[in-house]
């Protein structure tokens, strides 16, 4: 099992930036698909961003793929060192509230936001990001 926990949530201006981070294990971080995702209240569950290995399995270099709600404003990272997975979030939006979700999976087919959230076999409990 591995145990996803999810910070750097806050109260932001329209136009400033975060920086969410998901703490996992330096393994899962090394090797799985990760993902965020995210939920405003009324709406369903969306994918924001993906990042898995170019190379199944194979550490050190990193795909990353964005929905286009928010390509160009946010940027997806790991650092296996640490064991984290990283949301950099810049030029938010009011539409960009909502609580954010990071998730993993060693085996996740595709590898992709596009997947439902259920697919996903580690889930985080949230950090809520408001924008205003």
């Known amino acids: 099992h591995v145990q996803l926990v999810e910070s750097g949530g806050a109260s932001v201006q329209a136009g400033g930036s975060l920086r969410l981070s998901c703490a996992a294990s330096?393994?899962?971080?090394?090797?799985?698909?990760m993902a965020w995702y995210r939920q405003a209240p009324g709406n369903d569950r969306e994918g924001v961003a993906t990042?898995?290995?170019?190379?199944?399995?194979?550490?050190?270099?990193?795909?990353?793929d964005y929905a286009d709600s928010v390509k160009g404003r946010f940027s997806i990272s790991r650092d296996s060192a640490t064991g984290t997975m990283s949301l950099e979030m810049n030029n938010l939006q009011p539409e960009d509230t909502a609580m954010y979700f990071c998730?993993?999976?060693?085996?996740?087919?595709?590898?992709?936001?596009?997947?439902?959230?259920?697919?996903?076999?580690?889930r985080g409990q949230g950090t809520q990001v408001t924008v205003s």
């Open positions: 990042t898995r290995p170019i190379k199944p399995g194979v550490p050190g270099k990193y795909y990353a």
């Open positions: 998730v993993a999976d060693p085996a996740q087919r595709p590898c992709s936001w596009r997947s439902a959230y259920s697919d996903w076999k580690f």
């Open positions: 330096a393994y899962a971080v090394s090797v799985y698909c």
